[in-house]
C-alpha cells in the first residue's frame, strides 16, 4: 500500500507530530511505502494529524481522509498495533532528540484544557527507556502532569542517575513541587529549562514556593521558563510582573476555547506579542507599548 501522511501544522514544523511518526513506524513495519502526502499523487490511505484549532483547514486533502488531533476536534486514541510503535524519526530528520510520554491524562479539570476529555484521569504510560532514542540522550516529555503520578515521579527520580538531556515542554504543576521533588528535579540535566505554568493569579504563591524548592534543590537561577494564559489582560499582567521579579522568563498564551471555537481577542494576542518579543518585553513597559 501507499501511504500519505499529511502534518496539517505544517510539513516541517519546528516540533514533529507524535502520532504521525508511529503511524509511518506501523506501515513500514507491515511493508508499505510511506512519503508526505502531496494532492498531485494518488494514495491507498491519507492520515492528516492537527494539533492546533486555529491551523487552517487543507481544501486538497480527499475526503476518505483519516483525520485525528486535538485540532480537528478528533480525541479517540491510536489503534493499539500503531499506538506501541516505537515513533519513526526519519520523518522529520532535523529533530534531534526523542518525544515521548512517561504518563497519559491529569488529575485536574482546568475548564481551558482538553486533557481530561481527551485522555483522563493521570495514569502510567511508558518508561524513559522505551522513549529514548539509540542516536540521542535528549528527551522531551509531553506530560500534561507528571508529578501527580507516582510512576512520573519514579521515572524523574531514574532520569536523575543518568546524563539525559530532559525537557517537561508542557510545564510542571507547581503545587506539586514540594522540597523532596524539588531535589529529585534539582538532579536532572535540564534541556532547556524547567518549565512551570502561572494561568491565574491563585498559583502566584505556589508558583513562589516551587521557584524556591527548585532552586534549593540545586536547579540554576538561569533556567526558569513559566507559561502564562491570558484571559483578562490586566490579570495576566499582574502574573507576568510578578515572574518578572522573580527573574522566571514568561511565555504569554492567548486563550482559547477549544469547545467552543472562541478564538483570541485582539488585545489578547498584542498583550502576548509584548511578553513574548523579549527585547521589547525587557525595555519597554506595556503601558508604553
Avoid at 494532492?39 to 494529524?49: A, C, M, N, Q
Avoid at 480525541?75 to 520523518?91: G, K, N, R, T
Avoid at 534531534?96 to 486533557?115: E, H, M, Q, S
Avoid at 522566571?248 to 472562541?262: G, H, L, M, S, T
Wanted: hydrophobic share 35%; charged share 25%; proline share 7%.
Amino acid at each position: 500500500m501507499n501511504i500519505g501522511l499529511h502534518d496539517a501544522d505544517g510539513e516541517g514544523f519546528k516540533f514533529p507530530n507524535y502520532a504521525l511518526m508511529k503511524i509511518s513506524a506501523y506501515h513500514k513495519s507491515i511493508g508499505d511505502e510511506v512519503s508526505w502526502w502531496t494532492p498531485l499523487l494518488s494514495y491507498d490511505k491519507v492520515y492528516s494529524s492537527k494539533v492546533f484549532t486555529f491551523t487552517p483547514e487543507c481544501e486538497y486533502l480527499p475526503l476518505n481522509a483519516i483525520k485525528g488531533g486535538t485540532g480537528y476536534g478528533i480525541y479517540e486514541d491510536l489503534p493499539e498495533e500503531i499506538d506501541s510503535m516505537f515513533p519513526d524519526y526519519s520523518i522529520y530528520p532535523h529533530i534531534d532528540y526523542a518525544i515521548g510520554f512517561l504518563t497519559r491524562g491529569c488529575p485536574n479539570k482546568c475548564p481551558w484544557c482538553v486533557v481530561p476529555k481527551k485522555e483522563g484521569y493521570v495514569r502510567p504510560y511508558l518508561t524513559w527507556e522505551q522513549i529514548k532514542r539509540p542516536d540521542s540522550n535528549k528527551i522531551v516529555f509531553m506530560d500534561n502532569n507528571v508529578l501527580a503520578c507516582d510512576h512520573g515521579i519514579s521515572e524523574i527520580e531514574r532520569l536523575g542517575k543518568t546524563n539525559i538531556q530532559v525537557d517537561f515542554n508542557q510545564g510542571l504543576d507547581a503545587r506539586l513541587i514540594t522540597p523532596e521533588i524539588g531535589e529529585l528535579l534539582g538532579k536532572l540535566h535540564w534541556n532547556p529549562y524547567v518549565r512551570l505554568a502561572c494561568d491565574q493569579k491563585s498559583q502566584i504563591p505556589f508558583i513562589e514556593k516551587a521557584h524556591e524548592n527548585l532552586i534549593r534543590g540545586g536547579v540554576p537561577k538561569t533556567k526558569f521558563f513559566c507559561y502564562v494564559l491570558v484571559k483578562d489582560v490586566d490579570d495576566a499582567l499582574e502574573r507576568v510582573e510578578f515572574l518578572r521579579g522573580l527573574g522566571i522568563d514568561p511565555f504569554a498564551q492567548p486563550y482559547r476555547d477549544f469547545e467552543n471555537k472562541i478564538e483570541p481577542t485582539k488585545e489578547q494576542k498584542r498583550f502576548a506579542r509584548w511578553v513574548n518579543m523579549k527585547a521589547i518585553f525587557k525595555t519597554v513597559k506595556w503601558e508604553d507599548y
